[in-house]
């Protein structure tokens, strides 16, 4: 096994133990849960920047690397809601979109086309970082509940710009082009590892 597909498996390792922290809360379960949640995020850096850097960009890591990062951000704002810091709803919104996008992005392998990651998917990634550190921090520092809240917000808007896009370019790359119909796949290139979905 190779250096970043092994940091990829230690982002998904990493789950259980954040909720852990999170929902025991237990003296100073907060404060590490969050450590948790950076370091997740470190290693989602690390392995891209390792794949490209000693190119070990692998097919299995384009696979696991989104599924990470689906599971950490999941389970973060999941672990959210059960502290009552963040609406339910939003989390179904943000949740929901990311599996809808894996879906749509998985039929379109099947028919041969690889969707890459768009600066919209990235940007969604970066935004759902950014409102987890601060809904956890806030949860203990109440003067970030207004940026927190902004960042959430942001999340949501990007999570469903983004999502209109992916089915944007599905219809484009598939549909439009006949892909169904035996016309010849368009196959997209892969995007290397460390783009968002």
């Known amino acids: 096994m190779n250096l970043p597909n092994a940091l990829t498996l230690l982002r998904i390792f990493l789950v259980p133990i954040l909720v852990a922290l999170l929902l025991t809360r237990t003296e ?15 290693t989602d850096y690390l392995d891209g ?11 299995v890591g384009m696979l696991l690397d989104p599924l990470a990062d689906k599971l950490l951000t999941a389970a973060a704002f999941i672990s959210l809601v059960e502290m009552d810091a963040v609406p339910a709803w ?17 039929v379109a392998a099947g028919r041969g086309v690889l969707m890459p ?18 809904l956890l921090l806030a949860t203990r520092a109440p003067v970030l509940e207004l940026p927190a809240l902004v ?43 460390g783009h968002r979905s």
């Open 28 to 42: 100073g379960g907060l404060f590490l849960g969050t450590a948790v949640f950076g370091i997740g995020v470190l």
């Open 49 to 59: 920047y390792f794949a490209r850097r000693r190119n070990q960009v692998t097919r």
């Open 90 to 106: 939003m989390v179904v919104i943000i949740v929901g979109r990311d599996f809808a996008v894996t879906g749509l992005r998985n």
């Open 117 to 134: 990651a768009s600066g919209l998917g990235k940007g969604k990634m970066v935004s759902q970082v950014v409102a987890i550190f601060l």
């Open 151 to 193: 960042a959430l917000w942001v999340a949501v808007g990007l999570s469903l710009v983004s999502a209109m896009d992916y089915v944007r370019r599905y219809w484009r790359e598939t549909v439009r082009q006949g892909t169904s119909e035996g016309a010849g796949p368009s196959r997209a290139t892969a995007a290397p590892r």
